[in-house]
């Protein structure tokens, strides 16, 4: 598989997404915790995103 294919479908591993929001999160790199940040970032937009236009468990 190419390095690429994951980008075909928008996705990204966590082992690739991680240092990419803690980055984000943290761009000097000053703070120990930006990984576990970009962890709980992460997290939550999954949870949301999974949701959205789930009607038939109340989700908008």
């Known amino acids: 598989m190419s390095p690429y294919e994951p980008l ?3 996705t990204l591993p966590d082992e690739q997404l991680v240092p990419l929001i803690a980055a984000i999160v943290d761009p000097t790199g000053q703070t120990t915790d930006a ?3 970009a962890q709980n970032i992460i997290r939550l937009v999954r949870a949301n995103t999974t949701c959205i236009g789930d009607m038939n468990r109340g989700c908008y």
């Open 35 to 37: 990984a576990e940040r």
């Open 8 to 10: 075909r479908y928008g």
